[in-house]
Structures are given as C-alpha cells and as structure tokens.
C-alpha cells in the first residue's frame, strides 16, 4: 500500500469530509496534525521532526482550519498569524512582512523556492507553514524574518475519493472547485485539483478572475522507492488596485488615510489590469539507500508570463474633497525557474550519542525580463469633488532589463540527541549566487554582474524536563544579494556593495499540553545590516538605513481546549527600529497584534458548530519612519463569525462572516500613499460534498 507519504505522495486532508490519515503513517513535508493543532514539519528542519523539538518560532495552519475560516488567499491566512503584516504589494502580488522585514519572494511550496510576484492559490493546498527568523540554513538567500511555505496536496492509494465545494459571497464574489483522488493500484494514485473563481469586493471598479488546474500522479515503483509528477496551470486577471491616498495636514502632524473614500478608485477603470499565467512543474523521487539512510531529491520548473498596469495616487489629498496626483506606469515581466534539490537523511549512533544528519546541495537557474513603460495622463491630477477619470498612454520605455541568476548551496545539519533531555541542532550552509544582466535603456547598454559567496550558520539548543515540554535558544542567518527580491534593484552604485545580513536569537519554550493541545512561548533579537528599503518620497529608488533591531515576543495557543472546542491564535509585541536612533521606525511592523479564532461544535449528533474570531493590531506606519510626514495607519479591531452545519457525512455547510460589527479600519499599505480600505461587513456561503 502506499501509505508512507512524501512530499509528492501524501495522505488526503484530515478534515470533516475526509478521512483521517491515520496515525500509523509515516508523513513527510505533509506532516501530522490532529484538528488545528499539527504535530510535526519536515519543512523547519528537512527532516521529519516533532514542532517541539524545533528551535525556532513554527505556525502551522492545518486543511481543517483554512477550511473553516473559509480562507482563499495568503492574505487571509497570515491575518490571524501575530508577528506578520500583509503587505498591499501594490495590488497584484503576495507581499508580507515578517518580523519588520518586508518581502515579495520568501514563499515556497513544498520547500522550494517560489519566488515570482503573484497571489498564490490555496485549492490545492495541505497546509502553511510560517516559520519565523532567518531560515538560510534550509532555503538559502533571503528569509531574513522568516518564510512562508505552502504543502501541497498530493494522490493516496488508500481510497477513492470525489470532493467539491462551491461558495458565493455578499459582494458577489464565486467560486468553485473539485478534488478527485483515484488509486490505480495498491502502490500507484492520481488526484486531481482544480478552481474556478469570480473575483469582487467593496472597492469601484473592481473585478476579476482566476483558476487553475493541477493534475498530480504518485507511484511506488519499489519498495522504499517513490516517484511523483506534478503540474499546475495557473490563470489569474484583475484589476490593479492601490487603494486611497492619505489626507495631507499641516505640520506638526501625522498624516492619516484620507477619509469618506473607502469604496473610491484612485486609478483609471479599463486601465489598471493585472494577469500572470503560469506552468508549473514539480518532480520528487524519495528512496531508502540503507537502513536509517534516506534520500530525496526535487526539481521544479516554472513558466510565469506576468503583466501589471497601475494608475494609482502619487501623493497625498489636498482635503476630502480636494485633490490628488496621479500617476502610472505598466509592467510586463517573464521568469523561468528550474530548481533542484537533494537530499539525505541518515539516523546514526556515534558513540552511544543519535543524530540525525542531513546533507544537501541545491542549484538553480533564473531567467528573467522586464520591461517598464511610464503612462502619460490627460490629466495627472483627480479631482474628488467631480471626479472624471483621464485618459492614459504609455509611449516612454523606463526601464529594460534581462538577467540570468545561478545560485548553488551545499549544506549540512546535525540533530543530536544527548540522551532525553538534551537536544543539539548545528549546521552550516554555503551559497554561491551568481547574477549576471543587461540593462538596455542607457546608451551603450549597461552590463551588470555580481558574484557573492556567504556562509550561513545555525545553531540550537533543546532542553526538555519533561517529554512534552521543551525550552530552547537559538542563533541564525541569512542574507539578500543587492539585486533585491526580483533581480532589478543592481545598479553601478549598489553592485559592489555586500548583501544585507539578518541574525536572529530567539530563547523559547513550547509545550504539548494534552495531546492535541499545545502552547508556545519566544522571545527573539533580529539585527538587519547593510540595510536598505524603499525611498519613502521616491519608492522607486532604495536608501541606506544603516542597522536595524526587531525585538520582540510570541506566544501562541492551537488545539482542542476540551471537547468540541478548537483555538488557534496568540500575541505578538514587537519594537522595530534603526538602532541608535529610536525616532525611525520599521514600516507595516505595528508594535501589537492579536488574533484568536475559535470553533465549538455541539452535540455532534446535532451537526452544528459555531465559530468566533477576532483580530486586534495597534497603529503602524505605512512606510519606514524616516520623517514626521510619514503615514500612520490607525489601530482596529475586527470580529469575524462562522455558522457550521453537517447534514450527513458526505455534505456540509456553513457561513462565514467578515467583520462582524462593520467596523472600519485600514486593513494593509504599500507606501505612505497607497493605502487599502478594509471590508466591511460581508458574508460567505459554502457548500461542500464529498463521495
């Protein structure tokens, strides 16, 4: 039977129309949970650890849950996570902060590198997995708050299985999907996952839609030995929305969003339009060599063919109903990925001491192209009290940049265990990124290349009194080369200077209360040097800010609390600064935030649950503090509800409501300019079936 799952083969989702994947299994990348509450990630380490014995803050959110949240995107899934802030991404793309360090590329999918600005999709998906500080050990460059890794489903050869859901929104927003599981023997599966969704919301003008398919096949061709193929077609078109301006105000002063305008467009209707198609495919081969010695290795190409067009505010309302500059520009972009890793795990006593030692090597090649053409307005100015949209062109070439990235790291960790209560994890990684590219706007063409070659530490120490209850403190790593997220911010100034550095101390302590019951404690240092970010006045270009400092503390509780009753949520207190100078502040970092979501399910024979969520974060600013004019975006707090109600074993439904008290708030930022208005009060209708 093929019930020992890799991360191409794994068990179905573990949630009430599905079957348990049974605790006999053996789960790899996918992971064990019981409810909310997950039990172990090969992710955090690359080898199949309990979350207990992993020396580092680690949030997992399980099927079950994004299920019962009704979550559809990344965003909604890292709103309830303390410790991170979605970022706007300037209205077409995933962008989060984690730990006050903001990215657009610290996203993987079963633990490789997916890099590309984009919305990732969640049909298809297992679980998240949010793991906080510098991660350079396991993923290389970059990760310097932390990472974001989504697992995917995969094909069993336990059962047959046939589920779809539907679900429409107060907005009007709908979707629907199937996932179609089918053993083809005992050691052979072939599952099938697939989306359609119209996209609408409260904000003028906006609309869209996405879908996407993902065939995947798995088979176990000997014994110990796994192959599994996977490809995704991803089609995804919507407007670019940036959100509203903030409201000038005469110093002194701290500029606010601009207020009565939450459902205002602030671009050019038939203009901002924002699509990326995407193919992806993902190989893994996962085999035992010996006893105690295994071995896996995964290759990923992707094909992403993007383009945005953003009219968007370009300074702040001279009053409510004043006016406000606008500007714009449109931005195709290609990227190819081919990814490949390998790994192997070996479980070794040396001297009466185990450890479980992990080599690994990575090489991948990136080629991407972009070009940008600035728009010429009929008017660059709106005016609120008569607003007449102007009409656009964009005739200039800004920019036209081809480059070639080859990066390769070999790398290598040791889990020793000093008998049952003394647990040691080491490890070094060595990366060698190579970037290479022309930019073709200057006259001759400008070359550009750089090569850097880092060293990235780990290390951790376990200490557990008891079996279920661990303490641990923590140093690492990680670096970005100058070229940034995307390989477009290298300039003649910027290429021989050295990569920004990320070291992280975390001291901690994690406790499994009960089975399926589990609590978190940390409190960490992340120092940033060499540190750049986006001109405030001119997002376009970088400035230096020298060394910053986010400290802070986690705490978090997720699992059954007592029959019926599931929690998941915590708190999170964060300082961000530039060190030495506490007036400058750390952009989309609020220093409080608050997230609890709770379900309790009545008599079971009844088949009815509720569920109750709130979400708190204190005021932050939009962009870094480097002036009283920066933006600030007030403090909110936001109820959600869920109505849960099983009519049988193989159908469900429920209701989710957003925002509960229709409180209105600002729910994100991508500068001090382009702020996003959150929802008000709307509700989602879902219907599952499953035979």
């Not at 409510?320 to 006593?349: C, H, M």
Request: charged letters at 20%; one cysteine or more; proline letters at 5%.
């Amino acid at each position: 039977m093929l019930t020992t799952a890799i991360a191409a083969l794994s068990a179905p989702a573990a949630h009430a129309l599905e079957a348990d994947a049974g605790d006999d299994q053996t789960i790899l990348v996918v992971g064990k949970s019981q409810g909310y509450q997950a039990v172990d990630s090969v992710t955090a380490t690359k080898t199949d650890t309990p979350l207990i014995d992993v020396p580092q803050s680690v949030t997992v959110v399980t099927r079950e849950q994004l299920d019962d949240q009704a979550h559809h995107s990344i965003g909604d899934v890292l709103r309830y996570i303390p410790g991170t802030t979605i970022g706007q991404g300037e209205g077409n793309r995933d962008q989060i902060t984690l730990r006050g360090q903001n990215t657009t590329a610290d996203f993987f999918l079963d633990g490789v590198r997916d890099d590309v600005q984009y919305y990732r999709n969640l049909y298809n998906i297992e679980r998240v997995e949010i793991l906080k500080g510098p991660y350079a050990l396991i993923f290389g460059r970059g990760g310097g708050g932390g990472i974001v890794n989504r697992v995917q489903k995969a094909p069993s050869a336990e059962r047959a299985f046939v589920g779809a859901a539907g679900s429409v929104n107060s907005f009007g927003a709908w979707d629907v999907s199937a996932d179609i599981n089918a053993p083809l023997s005992s050691n052979a599966a072939f599952r099938i996952n697939g989306f359609y969704e119209e996209l609408d919301n409260h904000r003028d003008y906006f609309d869209g839609k996405r879908y996407a398919v993902n065939p995947y096949a798995g088979v176990e061709f000997a014994p110990g030995w796994k192959a599994g193929l996977s490809y995704e077609y991803v089609k995804d078109d919507r407007v670019t929305d940036r959100g509203i301006p903030a409201l000038a105000c005469a110093q002194p002063c701290t500029p606010g969003p601009l207020p009565g305008h939450r459902d205002t467009f602030f671009g050019v209707p038939g203009v901002n339009r924002t699509g990326i198609e995407a193919h992806i495919v993902k190989a893994r081969l996962d085999g035992e060599l010996a006893d105690n010695l295994q071995w896996s290795s995964t290759l990923l190409y992707g094909d992403y063919d993007k383009f945005y067009t953003n009219i968007y505010a370009n300074g702040a309302a001279t009053a409510p109903d004043g006016t406000v500059a606008l500007s714009g520009y449109t931005d195709p972009t290609k990227r190819e990925n081919f990814i490949v890793q390998s790994n192997l795990v070996w479980d070794v006593a040396l001297g009466g001491v185990e450890n479980k030692i992990l080599l690994g090597v990575e090489y991948g090649e990136q080629d991407s192209q972009n070009q940008r053409r600035n728009a010429v307005l009929s008017s660059a100015t709106l005016d609120l009290s008569n607003i007449v949209y102007p009409t656009v062109t964009f005739p200039t070439l800004a920019r036209s940049t081809e480059s070639t990235v080859k990066f390769f790291s070999a790398y290598a960790q040791d889990q020793i265990a000093f008998g049952e209560h003394v647990d040691l994890v080491v490890g070094l990684r060595f990366d060698r990124f190579d970037i290479a590219g022309t930019d073709f706007i200057p006259d001759p063409d400008r070359k550009f290349a750089r090569v850097d070659e880092k060293v990235s530490p780990r290390v951790g120490l376990i200490v557990k009194p008891r079996e279920n209850i661990s303490i641990y403190g923590s140093y690492s790593q990680s670096f970005l080369p100058r070229s940034g997220d995307q390989f477009l911010s290298l300039s003649t100034t910027q290429q021989n200077l050295a990569p920004e550095k990320f070291t992280n101390y975390e001291i901690g302590a994690k406790w499994d209360v009960r089975p399926g019951l589990s609590a978190t404690l940390a409190l960490f240092q992340l120092d940033r040097t060499n540190a750049t970010t986006p001109d405030p006045a001119n997002p376009a270009n970088s400035i230096n800010v020298g060394e910053t400092r986010t400290k802070g503390i986690e705490v978090g509780l997720v699992g059954e609390i007592m029959p019926g009753w599931q929690v998941s949520g915590g708190y999170s207190y964060q300082d961000a600064k530039l060190r030495g100078n506490d007036f400058v502040r750390l952009g989309q970092t609020p220093r409080h935030q608050l997230a609890l979501w709770n379900r309790y399910d009545f008599d079971r024979r009844v088949g009815v649950g509720v569920g109750v969520g709130v979400i708190h974060q204190s005021g932050q600013f939009a962009a870094i503090r480097t002036s009283a004019t920066t933006t600030r975006l007030p403090s909110f707090t936001r109820f959600d509800a869920a109505l849960f109600f099983e009519a049988s074993e193989q159908v469900q439904f429920q209701l989710n409501v957003e925002n509960l008290f229709d409180t209105g708030y600002f729910a994100d930022a991508h500068n001090n300019n382009n702020i996003s208005p959150g929802a008000p009060l709307n509700a989602r209708f879902t219907a599952r079936v499953k035979f």
